[in-house]
Each structure stands twice: as structure tokens, then as C-alpha cells.
């Protein structure tokens, strides 16, 4: 092993077996995302400063919510992957498409999923669309760092070949003798922790009183992350490199931010909601 460079920690990818009943850090990372954004949430819609007066989604409404977003995250993920990096050996294997265990999903299928999800909700509903894809949006990075730490922990996704001398470089089990950089490490930093502190601050700000800014935000600074975080991701195999070097991450993400931004600007030509203190209240 070259010096410095570390030898990648033996984890084991199941967190608790009992008997025949596995399971595995990747979906303690989705349920661990789910819980904690939905406790965020909620506490974000209690704010009646953040959004100018009382929230325009109720808790019961958000409750609610969550079985159609988890169903939406799971579809949208799944199918995303099947059609974005694997479609000939689905096509060939079409069984294992049900076979989530075995690992596959894919952010933008999953993004897809959740404004579905949303869009489909607040038309039964009749909430603002844009209003709740604000609130879904300011908690996502919580499932995208987590998500990105049980990458980690199967010792998937890793990077690409990194210089020997680069101090935190490690040797992955399944990536070969080189050193690599632990990608996942630097999209759960990017997408997960500063993604998450930037809306945080943002939504102190005041951004919740103007619908669509987080939620153009987010989608925005992710897909930003994302590019730059696959300048160190080794591509999946079975697509490598595409066009120019880039990667399917990156082609995907790229219309992110365009459409992002037309969402930040509309959103910002929008009137602000008023404040309690502006409708004359106490």
C-alpha cells in the first residue's frame, strides 16, 4: 500500500441481523432521512416567522404527506436508475427491477418521484404547489447526507484514482489497488451538509415567504454539487465516460440548473408574503 494512503475500514453494510432479517445501512439512511426530515419539517411550518404569518400547509396535512413522498422517493428512484444507467440488463432481466435489495437508485429518478409526489398531493389537497416543494426541498439534504454515508459504508460509488500523496486517498475492496478519493464523502459535504446549511440560512432570511425560492434553490446549488462532486466519482461501469468526458451525473444535472434558476427568478419577482406586523396584526 502506498504511504499515506488509507486502507478503506471494514464495515459491515448489514446494521442488524436477526435471524433471516437483515437489515442494512442503506435503509436505515432512507428511513434515518425520512424521520428526521419529517421532524424538521414540522418544525419549520410551526414557525409562524418564517412564513410571514401561519404556514400555508398544516401538520396533519404534512403526516399526510409523508406516505406520498416515501412511495415517490422509492419509484421515482428506482425507475430512474433502471432507465437513466441500466435499461439493457433490466430489459434483459426485468425481474430484478423489483429487487431493491440488491441495491440501485438513482437522486434524479428520485427527484422526479418526490415533484410528482408533491404535485399530485396538493392538487387532492388543494395546497400550494410551490409552498410545499419549498418544505420538501429545505430537508432533503438530510436523506442526500445519509444517503451518501451508507454509499460510503458498502464501499460503493467510490472515486477516482487519486495521487498516492493525497492524504486521506483510500484503497476501496472492490475498486482495485489504486488510492481513490472517497467521493462519497465530498457529495455528502457538498449535497448534504453545506446544500442543508445554505437553505437553513436562506430560510432564516426570509426565503419561505417567497414560494419557489427554495426549492429553485435547492435544485440549483445540488445539481452544482453534483457536477463538481463527479470530477472525483468513478462513472458506474456499465456507462463510463459519455460524451466530452462527462459523466451521466452531470448530463442530468445540467437541466437542473437551468430550471432551478428560472425558479429563483420567478420567485423573486414574486411578492413577498406579508409579515404579521404588514396585515396590522399584534
Keep these: 500500500m502506498p504511504f499515506l494512503t488509507i486502507a478503506f475500514p471494514a464495515f459491515n453494510p448489514i446494521a442488524i441481523s436477526i435471524g433471516p432479517i437483515a437489515i442494512r445501512w442503506y435503509a436505515l439512511a432512507y428511513i434515518g432521512g425520512i424521520v428526521l426530515g419529517w421532524i424538521y419539517a414540522r418544525a419549520l411550518l410551526k414557525n409562524k416567522e418564517l412564513w410571514g ?21 422509492i419509484l421515482g428512484g428506482r425507475t430512474g436508475y433502471v432507465l437513466f444507467y441500466n435499461l439493457p440488463f433490466f430489459f434483459s432481466h426485468p425481474a430484478e427491477i423489483f429487487e ?25 389537497n388543494n395546497l400550494p404547489i410551490l409552498s410545499l416543494g419549498d418544505i420538501t426541498t429545505a430537508v432533503g439534504p438530510i436523506g442526500l447526507f445519509l444517503g451518501r454515508l451508507a454509499n460510503f459504508v458498502n464501499g460503493e460509488l467510490w472515486g477516482r484514482p487519486a495521487d ?24 455528502a459535504t457538498m449535497e448534504g451538509l453545506l446544500l442543508f446549511t445554505l437553505l437553513a ?14 426549492l429553485g434553490s435547492f435544485i440549483t446549488f445540488y445539481a452544482v454539487a453534483r457536477i463538481i462532486g463527479e470530477h472525483f466519482r468513478e462513472p458506474d461501469p456499465q456507462l463510463g465516460f459519455l460524451w466530452g468526458g462527462l ?25 413577498a408574503r406579508p409579515t404579521s406586523s404588514d396585515q396590522g396584526g399584534p
Design 53 to 73: 404569518g401561519p404556514a400555508p400547509i398544516t401538520l396533519l396535512q404534512l403526516d399526510d404527506f409523508i406516505l406520498w413522498v416515501t412511495i415517490g422517493i
Design 100 to 124: 431493491l435489495w440488491k441495491g440501485g437508485m438513482s437522486f434524479h429518478g428520485g427527484f422526479l418521484g418526490c415533484v410528482a409526489a408533491v404535485i399530485l398531493f396538493c392538487r387532492k
Design 164 to 187: 498516492p500523496s493525497l492524504p486521506w486517498a483510500m484503497i476501496f475492496p472492490t475498486g482495485g489497488p489504486l488510492p481513490r478519493h472517497p467521493s462519497q464523502l465530498y457529495e
Design 201 to 214: 440560512v436562506m430560510i432564516r432570511m426570509g426565503a419561505l415567504k417567497r414560494p419557489g425560492l427554495i
Design 247 to 271: 459523466t451521466m451525473g452531470m448530463l442530468l444535472s445540467v437541466p437542473m440548473i437551468f430550471a432551478g434558476a428560472i425558479i429563483i427568478v420567478a420567485a423573486w419577482r414574486r411578492k
